[in-house]
């Protein structure tokens, strides 16, 4: 039987290191095993403003068909006022995938969303060439950004912010009632959608998380990529956080901070042992980003204990942390329907884990399904419960992992994990396409 066809478009694709680069990155090779041969279209490595990482592209398979489309420089389009990737790229994308679909044959698009403004691509490219098209969400197109929080002074909503927020919110209807078919990493993000837009009741919906491959760790093991950060072996105890500190995350961290200074207090000697370390939390790849977490751990008086490296790191370097770390640290937001990128990665690195989510994440959900006490600490908030009412919680669950550290790797349920495999959820993608071929 002849496999299907399909393009998926995806501004961010290795050698881009963002987090959206791993929503093709890990799907798109699976696919075959299912029945759907991609092609993933996306753009020029030059267009891409962050660093890029020349070992990720060498973990995409050599038989995946790539073909990149030009974008408007930033160093230019940045004097107008526009950085964004998704407008930068827009027509060269468009002109890339009508040369295809006039040449070839393709029964099925995936277009996958940040940055949202490709999005407008599959009304245009359906309209055009009869195919259709399924939408996919990392995140959501319409959020707080612009509403409560922005590009101003310290994360407050801006003209440019909420102009944008207008944009979104007369653009995405467009977009999403000419998808046949809508996929997001959690049900909370496209619930959310359906609220706004009820025609999204009418077509096919289905929650992919972000999962990952253990294939990864498997190349992570043969680079024998050095831990440049921390001493696993100096006696302490290593806790490590790896993101972006969300401009809603702050209950989070805060409450965080709340439980590690009631440590200081009921457990001295746990605390005296403990470090906890920020990765990647300014989301940016080069400069001199201001800290974000350190004037809050200061305010707590727990500046001794915790450490900030605001740059964003690789994705293998990120995998090394986690590997490396003598427990994992996983933060949510005041957003419900927010997922991380690297729940699955944390859970294929074995080490006990700390996650301090709202009680309506699908982290939650996962967590429950997959691991299990005494090295695995869900700690849930909501409105009517804050984050910060729950930093007792977060303390005893510290005072736990330190007193009662893992040395050997730990093996999750296999079979609940499994689910969460790049694998498992490229079938799960490849059911969708076949619902809308």
Same mark, same amino acid.
């Given at each position: 039987m002849t496999a299907r066809r399909v393009l998926m478009i995806a501004p961010h694709f290795p050698p881009d290191t963002g987090a959206a680069t791993h929503r093709v990155r890990l799907l798109a090779p699976h696919l075959r095993e299912f029945g759907w041969d991609p092609t993933v279209l996306t753009v020029e490595e030059s267009a891409n403003e962050g660093r890029r990482d020349p070992e990720l592209e060498a973990m995409v398979p050599r038989d995946l068909r790539v073909v990149r489309a030009p974008a408007w420089g930033a160093s230019w389009t940045r004097r107008l006022g526009i950085g964004d990737l998704g407008l930068r790229a827009f027509t060269g994308l468009y002109r890339e995938a009508a040369r295809l679909l006039s040449t070839e044959k393709f029964d099925a698009l995936f277009i996958t969303i940040f940055p949202t403004y490709p999005a407008l691509l599959g009304p245009m490219l359906k309209s055009r060439f009869h195919v259709p098209f399924v939408l996919d969400y990392i995140d959501p197109w319409v959020s707080a950004w612009g509403a409560e929080v922005g590009g101003g002074k310290n994360g407050s909503v801006d003209l440019k912010s909420r102009l944008t927020r207008i944009a979104a919110l007369r653009l995405e209807p467009i977009a999403v009632r000419a998808a046949d078919a809508v996929t997001a990493v959690s049900a909370?993000?496209?619930?959310?959608?359906?609220?706004?837009?009820?025609?999204?009741?009418?077509?096919?919906?289905? =929650?992919?998380?972000?999962?990952?491959? =253990?294939?990864? *760790?498997?190349?992570?093991?043969?680079?024998?990529?050095?831990?440049?950060?921390?001493?696993?072996?100096?006696?302490?105890?290593?806790?490590?956080?790896?993101?972006?500190?969300?401009?809603?995350? *702050?209950?989070?961290?805060?409450?965080?901070?709340?439980?590690?200074?009631?440590?200081?207090?009921?457990?001295?000697?746990?605390?005296?042992?403990?470090?906890?370390?920020?990765?990647?939390?300014?989301?940016?790849?080069?400069?001199?980003?201001?800290?974000?977490?350190?004037?809050?751990?200061?305010e707590f008086g727990v500046e001794s204990r915790v450490s900030e490296h605001a740059l964003r790191v690789d994705y293998l370097d990120a995998l090394t942390i986690h590997v490396e770390a003598s427990a994992i640290l996983l933060m949510g937001s005041n957003e419900p329907h927010y997922t991380a990128s690297k729940l699955y990665p944390a859970l294929l690195s074995g080490r006990p884990l700390l996650a301090v989510y709202h009680a309506e994440s699908s982290v939650a959900e996962i967590m429950k399904r997959v691991t299990s006490p005494p090295y695995s600490h869900l700690i849930t908030y909501s409105a009517a419960d804050p984050a910060e009412g729950r930093a007792s919680d977060i303390s005893m669950a510290l005072r736990s992992l330190v007193e009662n550290p893992s040395t050997a790797q730990i093996a999750w349920r296999a079979s609940e994990l499994d689910k969460l495999s790049a694998r498992s959820l490229a079938g799960e993608l490849a059911h969708v396409l076949d619902l809308v071929a």
């Amino acid at each position: 039987m002849t496999a299907r066809r399909v393009l998926m478009i995806a501004p961010h694709f290795p050698p881009d290191t963002g987090a959206a680069t791993h929503r093709v990155r890990l799907l798109a090779p699976h696919l075959r095993e299912f029945g759907w041969d991609p092609t993933v279209l996306t753009v020029e490595e030059s267009a891409n403003e962050g660093r890029r990482d020349p070992e990720l592209e060498a973990m995409v398979p050599r038989d995946l068909r790539v073909v990149r489309a030009p974008a408007w420089g930033a160093s230019w389009t940045r004097r107008l006022g526009i950085g964004d990737l998704g407008l930068r790229a827009f027509t060269g994308l468009y002109r890339e995938a009508a040369r295809l679909l006039s040449t070839e044959k393709f029964d099925a698009l995936f277009i996958t969303i940040f940055p949202t403004y490709p999005a407008l691509l599959g009304p245009m490219l359906k309209s055009r060439f009869h195919v259709p098209f399924v939408l996919d969400y990392i995140d959501p197109w319409v959020s707080a950004w612009g509403a409560e929080v922005g590009g101003g002074k310290n994360g407050s909503v801006d003209l440019k912010s909420r102009l944008t927020r207008i944009a979104a919110l007369r653009l995405e209807p467009i977009a999403v009632r000419a998808a046949d078919a809508v996929t997001a990493v959690s049900a909370g993000t496209y619930e959310i959608i359906r609220e706004r837009i009820p025609e999204l009741s009418g077509i096919p919906c289905a =929650a992919i998380p972000y999962g990952g491959d =253990a294939a990864d *760790f498997e190349y992570l093991r043969q680079s024998r990529r050095p831990n440049q950060w921390f001493d696993r072996s100096d006696g302490n105890f290593h806790v490590c956080y790896v993101g972006t500190l969300l401009p809603l995350g *702050f209950e989070t961290l805060r409450a965080v901070f709340r439980g590690l200074a009631m440590l200081r207090e009921s457990a001295p000697q746990a605390y005296e042992q403990i470090r906890i370390h920020f990765f990647g939390t300014s989301n940016q790849t080069a400069g001199n980003p201001p800290q974000r977490v350190m004037p809050v751990a200061r305010e707590f008086g727990v500046e001794s204990r915790v450490s900030e490296h605001a740059l964003r790191v690789d994705y293998l370097d990120a995998l090394t942390i986690h590997v490396e770390a003598s427990a994992i640290l996983l933060m949510g937001s005041n957003e419900p329907h927010y997922t991380a990128s690297k729940l699955y990665p944390a859970l294929l690195s074995g080490r006990p884990l700390l996650a301090v989510y709202h009680a309506e994440s699908s982290v939650a959900e996962i967590m429950k399904r997959v691991t299990s006490p005494p090295y695995s600490h869900l700690i849930t908030y909501s409105a009517a419960d804050p984050a910060e009412g729950r930093a007792s919680d977060i303390s005893m669950a510290l005072r736990s992992l330190v007193e009662n550290p893992s040395t050997a790797q730990i093996a999750w349920r296999a079979s609940e994990l499994d689910k969460l495999s790049a694998r498992s959820l490229a079938g799960e993608l490849a059911h969708v396409l076949d619902l809308v071929a």
